[in-house]
């Protein structure tokens, strides 16, 4: 778990202010969507969203909250989007301290395992909408990370056409039970090979006005192959059963592969900066398996180097001048790491770092000396290449006045790819 005084102090930034500035990244589709980070704490909800760009096309989505500690599926459920549809929902606190997740969209269908097949779906919702009471993690939270998979496609319908959500739901039960899909407007079971999702995770404060958002990750061209139902761990593996999507971890782990991270940071004043670092495919609560990285389940070894914006480094005493000697070593053992940079002195921890006299600059974070030890295609990969796969993003709350304004991007990452 987190630890509280970190908690504490991303919650009060999160808290103070009454206006935001919001700066979207460049959107991008794919089949699988990743929030690195939500957070139902200090009344701060976060809203979800996901949008079905396929014009032609049905698609059912499985959306898997995952803890931050060993990453832990904590809540699932589906959405069935129709041709050009978009899905909302909301994650936020509930009194029990569990995440609940509140939505009035009509593609947020309760529902329930087939008796004559445990991981296919029962062919009727028992309601649409999502109660937060009902639809919430297992366990008390703060902070999750949330992934989305394009379970199934089906043609069906022309632009504009409404179709229902209960004809989706239906055709991805037969598909599961029959094994051959029936109806008169969803006609055909589709592999998933088509990119259809985009979304984005905007957290919001009511009592102040606060926003941060952030484009979700998006990763195309997974082509799964693995029918999605209820109950079972929902991620990445070369496990062709159980809902883990078949044969891509190693893929994605292609897809998200870094060897630094830099995080720009501005202390000053009441300026507050954060750092999130999520490792999707490190599952420590599987032990990882089919893993390319050597450290998982472990933690992750990084050396940081804390400049200022005048180059120098936090080294050696007398040192003025980048690049100095002597960089503290950390670990990052959580699946989603949330990192404070504070100004002053102090012992950097996995939670927090501190840069000195320095009150602006950047903070770059390199991964130590592992390399990827498994190829997933043998002509472009990240084979030999030292680094991690993880997403990570960058938190900075400027002074305005009275109030705070939020900006939260992806960190700027450097990869150097395999051999092609």
């Known amino acids: 778990m987190f630890k509280k005084r970190v908690i504490a102090a991303l919650s009060a930034a999160l808290l103070a202010g009454s206006a935001a500035a919001v700066e979207l990244g460049t959107g991008e589709k794919g089949e699988v969507l990743i929030a690195p980070m939500i957070m139902a704490a200090g009344g701060w909800d976060s809203e979800l969203r996901v949008i079905n760009t396929d014009v032609l096309n049905s698609a059912v989505v499985k959306v898997v909250f995952h803890e931050p500690g060993q990453s832990a599926e904590v809540l699932d459920f589906f959405i069935f989007l129709s041709p050009g549809d978009v899905w909302r929902g909301t994650a936020t606190k509930n009194a029990d301290g569990s995440i609940g997740v509140r939505s009035s969209d009509d593609s947020s269908l309760m529902v329930q395992a087939a008796g004559a097949n445990p991981n296919c779906l029962q062919p009727t919702a028992t309601a649409t909408g999502f109660d937060p009471a009902v639809v919430k993690t297992t366990i008390a939270l703060d902070f999750a990370y949330v992934n989305f998979f394009q379970a199934r496609t089906f043609a069906g319908g022309a632009d504009g056409t409404a179709i229902s959500k209960a004809s989706i739901l239906s055709a991805y039960s037969a598909a599961c039970l029959a094994g051959t899909e029936i109806g008169p407007t969803l006609t055909t079971l589709r592999d998933d090979t088509t990119d259809l999702l985009a979304g984005d995770v905007t957290m919001l404060n009511a009592s102040n006005g606060n926003i941060l958002r952030l484009n979700m990750t998006a990763l195309p061209n997974v082509n799964n192959n693995v029918y999605h139902g209820l109950a079972n761990y929902t991620g990445f593996s070369t496990v062709t059963s159980n809902n883990h999507i078949g044969v891509i971890k190693s893929r994605v782990e292609d897809a998200i592969w870094a060897q630094n991270y830099a995080f720009p940071y501005d202390v000053t004043g009441g300026n507050q900066t954060f750092g999130t670092v999520t490792f999707p495919t490190k599952e420590a609560i599987l032990l990882s398996p089919a893993t390319q990285y050597n450290p998982f389940p472990g933690s992750p070894t990084v050396a940081l180097r804390i400049r200022d914006e005048a180059e120098q480094v936090i080294g050696v005493a007398g040192c003025q001048i980048s690049p100095c000697p002597v960089t503290p070593g950390n670990s990052l053992p959580n699946e989603l790491n949330v990192i404070e940079v504070r100004g002053g002195a102090g012992t950097n921890t996995p939670s927090q770092l501190f840069t000195r006299d320095f009150t602006r600059g950047w903070v770059n974070m390199s991964i130590q000396g592992v390399a990827s030890r498994n190829r997933s295609n043998p002509l472009w990969n990240n084979f030999g290449v030292s680094g991690a796969p993880a997403l990570a993003t960058a938190i ?23 051999a092609r």
Do not use: F, H, I, S
């Not at 400027?398 to 939260?408: D, F, M, P």
């Open 396 to 418: 900075q709350w400027t002074q305005r006045g009275t109030a705070l304004q939020g900006v939260w991007n992806y960190a700027p990452r450097t990869y150097t790819p395999g």
